[in-house]
């Protein structure tokens, strides 16, 4: 007997149901409602299928579920029948990342007219790999990396939001706003360096200024001076300049160190010194220097602890009136 359908001496009923199942076939192929199925070949990035019968043209619609023969490591083609390769793409419309596709694995394709779109990728499809920023690595590798947010250690230059000008909170001081603060006399009473005056901060925080000592209506104020370079072995007077007219001067004291820095010596004035006092005093104040000497044959000559040269042999310190 033919095994032809279409030979086939049928009755009324059988023909009728043939009929039935052949139209739907083409209207199946009519619309593109196709569905492949098979093993590809080819290539990992370059999958061939070669369905029975043959495909003889794309269409939008066609749906190939196939078992995959390769695992892609990026961007993939299936080409059907040997009508030509068509990108695989997400469902995103995007190229395939690596591993989208795994070797042993039933993919679901379908076309849309243009390009396969992969409905079951084995990974996560691309816009969810982008939820995490840069993936080179292990993820974990990555946040292994990052700071804690407990105690956290940071390298480089880590930035910080500046807080506004007086913020008395627990916010990060950066050096932006130690900066300003720093700048803002305003917000640290009236110190003025080596002049005397001075604030005191009470025990609420609140600064008292003061413009200095006030004894009998008349203020006083303080400046330090470096003597400078002294080599005591060798010279006997060294004057410094002190920057005040001689009635503004009150009180001139000194303080002499050693080379180790392990002895201080406090000076005053000494009338001996006109009679040539080895004891090291301040001999004179006018209106430009201060003078500090000290006698020949005393102690200081030929004593190595007292001759060093580029040193700042001590300070001055004056109280004036301003």
Sequence with gaps: ?????????????????????????????????????????????????????????????????????????????????????????????????????????????????????????????????????GVTSAIQTQIDTKAPIASPTFTGDPKAPTPAAADNDTSIPTTAWVQAELKAPTTIGSVTPNTGAFSTLSASGAITASAGISENSVVLRRKTINVGDWNMDTTDTVTVAHGFTVTQIRVVECVLRNDANTLYMPISADIDALNGSVTPCIRRTDGTNVTLGRGAGGPFDANTDWDATSYNRGWITIWYEP
Aim: hydrophobic share 40%; glycine share 10%; aromatic share 6%.
């Design 1 to 133: 007997m033919a095994t032809d359908p279409t030979t086939i001496r049928m009755d009324g009923g059988l023909r009728s149901r043939w009929q039935s199942i052949l139209t739907f076939c083409r209207e199946l192929f009519t619309l593109g409602q196709i569905v492949l199925t098979g093993t590809t070949t080819g290539s990992a990035n370059a999958y061939v299928l070669t369905p029975t019968p043959a495909l003889t043209a794309y269409a939008a619609g066609i749906t190939a579920r196939v078992v995959l023969s390769f695992t892609n490591t990026g961007a993939a083609t299936l080409n059907i029948s040997g009508l030509g390769a068509k990108s695989i793409r997400d469902q995103a419309g995007t190229a395939l990342v690596a591993n989208a596709m795994m070797s042993g694995q039933e993919a679901d394709l379908v076309y849309d007219g243009t390009n396969f779109i992969l409905l079951n990728p084995a990974v996560p499809t691309r816009t969810e790999l982008s939820y995490v920023s």
